[in-house]
């Protein structure tokens, strides 16, 4: 594997070999007859993370949440919350809540029946109850809802019903299965921003499952990605963006443009790939640790190529294509541009000024530059 | 387009007339004076007076109304159960065999029913003296033998589109398995149990075949002796029953079909307004 | 699409109820009734599955067994009327006797023959007929407005609330010599005399259809109710005209309702009892009726056994038909 190097990260949690984790997944395997659901996952996740778990629809990341809930019972490994072993702990003794895709709100029991729920199960004392629901529904901005039913009302209304009903027991650990999924475009960028507060008021530990990579990107401490049943990468949003270990994880984040090489020049403070795709060599200004002569990819994301219609002096590397397509998406625009090799390279510029690179057009001879911190080489 | 309208028109004004003419005549017949029924002889209220005063009948239709009161509830009890198992608790030993017994009574000629059920009461009375003669005890098993399964049918389809995760959702809340049933599943399939208990109802009230099998001396059904009268050929009170008893269920379904219209209209405005108040 | 994120639904207030079952949870006989259960071993689960279990076993599945046992005894007279196939010889089982002659008198005689043949041909002729009444019925309330569609819904399953015997009876007014029909004819001048309808084939097949119909119509309908509209707006806009849409769109889709549609009007006509005794001639051979009159005027227990399971054979087939039809359904709903 290709490990790019990086500049030194901020003192997180996660880099302290001493830090305790508070969720511990050891070796976790599930299996639904033949099929393997989740492959060997051992995970560590820390107090007041927001832990995001990104894979596509049958990755294995519901199952894995569902085993954190104990709906399911893992087919070998071992869960452990807060230190405690969770093998044999039935659901309705974790100290672990769940707010489900769905919703799953009791449609029989008004918004205030629902958000009890939990504490009547667990035979807190009335006055508390209520003080508690209070308390809840006024966080999540419900207090003149109360009394309605769940089908009385909007979609948001009832993922912060959701949100407080889960909340309102004071889990250890809250598990949350798409929970902006169900809300149109506009609705949902507000309620990420708004559900990222709430964590950070309350200070519990969230584990979200998403398959949107926009929303694991604003919400998460850090991104599992997953993929066939197995964690791929696990970073910052910025480590998964940025420094992708793997063309999945590459490609699976945003887009990006792969060059497959050779390298033929492999010293630990720079490195050079043939590349035949690209016609050329790529000058890469960092070291990697894959053997001389390896074929290789190297990632190069659409926003950090320049296009322009003079060769760019001083760039650590050029190109040259033809323009092929162009899309003007307002904030910027994307172009297709094609090289000699007949590989199409995607570029975005963003549109700073309101006649920029209007001179660019359709089958036009263009340059392409890159500086050498961009490109990451990837070897799986 | 305007062709194909008049078309469809007259096939539903066509198959209502079919479907709903002898309904109507034996209503009709009902407030003839002249005892040969379809001959009109006047209008007169005599017969429901002389229906009232039939002991026979009165008797047999208290008797039926017990039993299928009785069978009812039981069919739901045990059909509530064994939808829940068929629906929720996965693949267990013996469930192709539940499953299937809960549907071969729904397909399964009367006759066969009600010979096999009796064969049984016989053998079982022959071998531990239980149950004692044939009468309300075994026409009621009977009954809930095949009522049970209309039950477990409503119960079942219900359970499999209500969305589990409601049941889940109560777990990870911290309640126990039965502590669920009771507090979520309960209330919201009640409307499939009153549906189905109705259902059951229904149908014990009505069944002539095995009721005939399995029921002994002195406890004749009103199916049962409607169909000894009528044998002998058509009676005008009868036709005043008959009458009462489309009035009744008429007045029933023309209800619950209100009730049910005005929820959803209810329903419908209270989605509209959480819709706007966003 | 995802089923799970779909609005909740109709639900109905039952606070009360919610009460009185926490009540009754915190009384100490439940947790102590709960206690010991569980420790002999009966969980919930059990519990729940063994109770229908156990009564179905013993109500349904024990029956069927007795009625095979008993159709292979010999008739006799006497309480019960059929000798017993297991002797009990010094508290060990001796033998166990096969007695074929029941099934044997059977095939050699013509009337069982007759009257298994007749009911089948009476209850196809009747499914034909409830399929040409009930498909254009079906057809028509389901592309009927929907506020109409419910009250028409409502009208076909209305009947069915009604007493089945009760609504067989109204026909022996409506077809016999002096009844409904023949007076309006007559009245009419169009005959001079009755013509007899009641006692006759056709008064089977009027009873028949009649009954069973609002059983073709309901699948149908939910089947026809189904359809994507789209699919037909498609052909159309391909060129093909109503007609031609019809059968080469609509009715192929429709299939597992005509076959479940089917099966449930000739399950029930094979085996039919009530309507040929009371609407068709006295000597009507339907196999329902020959089981009925073998049981109650013969007394004859094992014969009566021995047609149980021949009709139960003859109904193999359409309830395996039946059972495909419906999971076809159900795996088309999921789509």
Known sequence: MATNARPQQQLAVWNDPQAVPYVHIDRVTKKFGDFVAVNNVSLKIYKKELFCLLGGSGCGKTTLLRMLAGFEEPTSGKIFIDGVDMTNIPPYERPVNMMFQSYALFPHMTVEQNVAFGLKQDGVAKHEIRTRVDDMLKLVRLQQFAQRKPHQLSGGQRQRVALARSLVKRPKLLLLDEPLGALDKKLREHTQFELVNLQEQLGVTFVVVTHDQEEAMTLSTRIGVMNAGEIIQVGTPKDIYEYPNSKFVAEFIGNVNMFEGRLIEDEPDHVRIDSAELGGTIFVDHGVSSAPDAVVAAAIRPEKIIISLERPEQADNVAQGIVKEIAYLGDMSVYLVQLASGKVVRITQPNTYRHAEASITWDQTVYLSWHASSPVVLSE | ?278 | MNARAEAPRRHRQSAGVQLILDFLQRLPPYRWTQARLVRWGLTGRTLVTAVPYFWLLLFFLVPFIIVLKISFAEARIGIPPYSPLLNWVDGSLAQIRLNFATFQNMIQDSLYWKAYLNSIKVAAVSTLFCLLIGYPMAYAIARAQSTWRHILLMMVILPFWTSFLLRVYAWIGILKNNGLINNFLMWTGLIEQPIVMLQTDFAIYVGIVYSYLPFMILPLYSNLEKMDLTLLEAAADLGAKPFKTFLTITLPLSMPGIVAGSMLVFIPAVGEFVIPELLGPSDSLMIGKVLWQVFFTKRDWPAACAVAIALLLLLVIPIVMLQRAQAAEARGAHR
Not at chain 2, 39 to 48: A, D, E, K, N, R
Not at chain 2, 157 to 174: P, Q, V
């Open chain 2, 1 to 278: 387009m305007k062709q194909s309208s008049t078309f469809r028109l007259s096939v539903l004004v066509f198959g209502f007339a079919f479907l709903y003419i002898p309904i109507l005549s034996l209503i009709v017949y009902s407030f003839n004076k002249s005892r040969l029924v379809t001959v009109w002889g006047g209008f007169s209220t005599q017969w429901y007076g002389r229906l009232l005063d039939n002991d026979q009948i009165l008797d047999a239709a208290w008797l039926s109304l017990k039993i299928a009161a009785i069978n009812a509830t039981g069919a739901v009890i045990l059909g509530t159960l064994a939808g829940l198992a068929l629906a929720r608790f996965g693949k267990f030993r013996g469930r192709t065999l539940l499953s299937g017994m809960t549907t071969a009574p729904l397909v399964m000629p009367e006759v066969i029913t009600g010979l096999s059920l009796l064969m049984l009461f016989v053998v079982m009375e022959a071998m531990f003296g239980w149950p004692a003669g044939r009468g309300v005890t075994t026409v009621t098993i009977a009954h809930m033998t095949l009522t049970l399964a209309y039950v477990t049918v409503i119960v079942q389809s219900r359970l499999s589109t209500l969305d589990d995760s409601l049941e889940e959702a109560a777990m990870d809340l911290g309640a126990r398995p039965s502590k669920i049933f009771f507090v979520i599943t309960l209330p919201i399939i009640a409307p499939a149990l009153i549906s189905g208990w109705l259902l059951s109802f229904t149908i014990s009230l009505d069944d002539l075949v095995i009721a005939s099998f399995v029921s002994g001396p002195g406890s004749s059904t009103l199916p049962m002796v409607i169909f000894s009268k009528v044998r002998m050929g058509v009676s005008p009170d009868i036709n005043a029953l008959a009458s009462i008893i489309v009035l009744l269920v008429t007045i029933g379904v023309i209800t619950a079909g209100i009730f049910l219209a005005r929820q959803e209209k209810r329903r419908q405005r209270d989605m509209q307004m959480a819709a706007a108040a966003k």
